[in-house]
């Protein structure tokens, strides 16, 4: 048992939840398995969010069903699927061999062992309420020049149609200390953009002793050296005056806010239990881009929430044309079991959501595009990621505003190099999903 591949299934928390996992393996001795070779032990991190997630870790479990048998290889199943169904999971999927929660990160090591040593399944899923934060487990960083932060785990806010609370918990703030000393740290390792992460950042400190704002948080963490901040995620009636106002005061807060809306239908929104409507919504995003012209904002849009008519969809392009987005994530409502909503009346039908679910896409990416043409000819701060998929020659990097802007290389310059490194570049061509540059100097 010496190599191991982790398989991520879900968000950006599920994303960093993997970094850690690989940080805990490494720790013990193992190494990760080169590409395309089949490791000693694979590790599925998974989300239940969506209706497909099921379906894919189905499919990609039993497509290892014979190397199992073949070759002892040990298979785990993590994340929030595992959080929750815990050993039902082995009804459906007898070939799993360790079944752990999104709180059993640490223990997994231990799992994998017990599970070899009895080649029976081991299953070990604690209340997501319970015990202390986890991150300051190891963790392998995919890139070096970026870190996940979690400032909070948990959700309190029971939206109607989502799982995560149920998965993941009551809300939990991590020590303000903690989280800009774990920000000290990675800078001193070379971390030169940190993302703080919550599935509602802007509560964040609630539950602490002093109870510490979020606003603050992110002045000081921009205090510690580390050039681009961002987070996620924002829930609209949390996000405060005092946040808008550190955001638009520190340079080294990028100017990206995500703030799903979930539909412009005030009485959808209510039935969603999201406590906030389609006017006061708006009228956040006009604060927001008073305080900051050049803000790229981002959301998240669900269609086809039971009981939603043509008339509260119309609601939703409304919104969506004046809040003026600069993507969007677009999901076709899906009923998850132990949600409220999946109990509600009038669930509405494909042929009614499909066509409802296109109209939208295309207004997103009408919008994109609007907010991408005024970039042409400005110079915009960019952090390169490294070779695009396409051309080794090109570089692939985001502005502040996470705008994906392809750059070629100037003779003699190596893409690995400049990997990590912010560099000015002028806009050149703006398309809906990305744009082209020149770097400057
Ligand atoms: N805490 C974050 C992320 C929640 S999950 C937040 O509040 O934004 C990410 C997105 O998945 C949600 O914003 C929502 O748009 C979508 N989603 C969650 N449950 C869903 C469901 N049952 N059907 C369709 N989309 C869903
Ligand atoms: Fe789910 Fe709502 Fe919490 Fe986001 S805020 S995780 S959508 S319950
Ligand atoms: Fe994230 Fe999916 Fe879990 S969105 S919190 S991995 S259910």
């Keep these: 048992m010496s190599t191991f591949e982790v398989r991520t299934l879900g968000c950006q928390m599920n994303k960093h939840d993997s970094e850690r996992i690989a940080g805990v393996l490494l720790a013990r001795g193992m190494t990760a398995a080169p590409d395309g070779e089949i490791a000693d ?20 479990v039993s497509s290892l069903a014979a190397v199992r048998r073949e070759r002892g290889t040990i298979i785990a199943v993590g994340g929030c699927i595992g959080q929750r169904d815990g050993e039902t999971l082995l009804r459906t999927l007898p070939q799993v061999d360790v079944v752990f929660g999104t709180h059993n990160l640490a223990r997994l ?17 604690e209340d997501p309420s319970d015990g202390d934060f986890t991150s ?7 890139h070096a020049w970026h870190a996940w932060v979690p400032i909070a785990v948990g959700c309190n806010n029971f939206c109607t149609y989502c799982i995560v609370p149920s998965v993941r918990g009551r809300e939990r703030s991590r020590g303000f200390e903690d989280v800009v000393g774990e920000v000290r740290r990675l800078v001193a390792d070379g971390v030169v953009e940190v993302t703080l992460l919550g599935q509602n950042v802007n509560s964040y400190g609630r539950d602490l002793y002093g109870d510490p704002r979020f606003a603050e948080l992110l002045r ?8 681009r901040v961002r987070f996620t995620t924002s829930h609209p009636k949390d996000l405060s005056d005092e946040t808008i ?9 990028s100017r990206h806010l995500h703030l799903p809306v979930q539909s412009g239908s005030d009485r959808i929104l209510k039935a969603m239990n999201r406590r906030y409507t389609q006017e006061s919504y708006l009228a956040l995003v006009e604060r927001l881009y008073r305080a900051m012209p050049d803000l790229a904002l981002t959301t998240d849009v669900i269609v086809g929430f039971p009981g939603e008519t043509e008339a509260d969809f119309e609601e939703t392009m409304r919104t969506v044309e004046a809040a003026r987005f600069d993507a969007a994530f677009t999901f076709i409502y899906s009923p998850r079991a132990g949600t409220p909503a999946a109990q509600m009346a009038d669930q509405v039908p494909r042929e009614e959501t499909q066509p409802r679910f296109d109209r939208l896409v295309a207004a997103v990416q ?5 907010k991408n043409l005024p970039l042409v000819g400005t110079v915009q701060r960019v952090l390169l990621e490294g070779p695009s998929k396409r051309d080794e020659r090109v570089l692939m990097g985001r502005t502040g505003g996470n705008k994906v802007v392809h750059v070629p290389l100037t003779e003699g ?23 082209m540059g020149t770097l400057i100097g």
């Design 41 to 60: 032990v694979v590790v599925f991190n998974t989300c239940c969010v969506r209706e497909n997630a099921d379906e894919r870790l189905y499919g990609q």
């Design 109 to 125: 090591p231990a799992l994998l062992d017990a599970a070899s040593e009895s080649r029976r399944p081991v299953i070990e899923v």
């Design 136 to 142: 300051e487990l190891p963790s392998r960083r995919e």
């Design 220 to 227: 000081a963490v921009a205090a510690t050296g580390v050039e």
């Design 245 to 253: 106002r550190a955001m638009a005061e520190t340079p080294q807060v």
């Design 366 to 370: 009408s919008s994109a595009l609007a």
């Design 413 to 435: 310059a190596s893409a690995r190099d400049l990997a990590g490194t912010l560099v000015d570049v002028r806009i050149d061509d703006a398309q809906t999903w990305f744009c």
